[in-house]
């Protein structure tokens, strides 16, 4: 990088941070797999799934609505939001398992 450069990281946090309105980010991670084997084979795939939500400010609304989906399709999960100071943006985490 040369002088007075900024990494894309940079420049996208203060782009987030200079909105004016609020901002949503939704992003999904298929982190790792549990699958089930029989005889040396994977016999069931099983795909560990994750749905972040980054907020610069807390939106029920948006967690309202995405709750809603995985609940009308009958997917249960786990959630655990944080704040991420240096960044200033939330951070809501949905984490389920889903037949691969």
């Not at 782009?15 to 980010?25: F, G, K, L, M, Q």
């Not at 549990?34 to 029920?60: P, R």
Request: net charge negative.
């Amino acid at each position: 990088m040369t002088k007075g450069s900024q990494s894309p990281r940079s420049r996208r946090t203060r782009r987030w941070r200079s909105c004016s309105r609020r901002t949503s980010r939704i992003t999904y991670l298929l982190p790792g797999t549990d699958n089930f084997a029989a005889d040396g084979k994977v016999y069931y795939k099983i795909n560990d799934v994750h749905i972040e939500l980054s907020t610069d400010a807390k939106d029920l609304e948006v967690e309202g609505a995405i709750e809603a989906v995985l609940e009308e399709h009958g997917t249960f999960y786990d959630k655990t939001e944080m704040w991420i100071d240096t960044e200033k943006l939330y951070e809501v985490l949905y984490s389920f398992q889903m037949e691969g």
